[in-house]
């Protein structure tokens, strides 16, 4: 029987939700990861950075755009252990300059995703998954990364059907 991990980066405070900037209690990939992990047999796994990033959502934004126009490898505090145990790999996201955050990156480039499939599901304000399942290609090419699904993040809360659908058409 294959093992599925739900591999998410996700941040709480200050995000832009439906053009405006909002306050979440719990951030948008955390709730989908959490409502797949209900779903599905799976391990969470939460992706966090050794130095967090600034409340304010645009100081946030600014010191995204600088680690990717730097392509830079943010630290992150913990890694899976017997990752080699896993072969669906579910990656949550949110869409940070058309792509994933850093932290993704960091992620992927140090676990061996060789032979692993990879599932993107990414929310969004209006950018769709932007270039991240192509970087996700170049990242891990000896993976075999399935059609992700992005989620706008105003309407994570109701989208349970369309995430079991694309659950469903995964055989997950």
Known sequence: MSKNLIVYFSRKGENYVAGNIVDLPQ?????????????????????????????????????????LLNQERPKILDYVHQFNQYDHIILCY?????????????????????????????????????VSENDIKKLCPQAIVHQGLAIRGSQVHDSLQEVKDWLNANHL
């Open 27 to 67: 951030g948008n990939c955390e709730v989908l990861a959490k409502m797949i992990h209900e779903l599905i047999d799976s391990t969470l796994f939460q992706v966090k950075i050794v130095h967090s990033y600034p409340q304010d959502y645009h100081q946030c934004t600014a010191q995204a755009k600088k680690e």
């Open 94 to 130: 949110p869409n940070w300059w058309s792509t994933m955050p850093m932290a993704m990156f960091t992620f992927l480039q140090t676990h061996d995703t060789t032979g692993k499939h990879i599932y993107p599901l990414c929310s969004h304000e209006g950018s769709g998954m932007g």
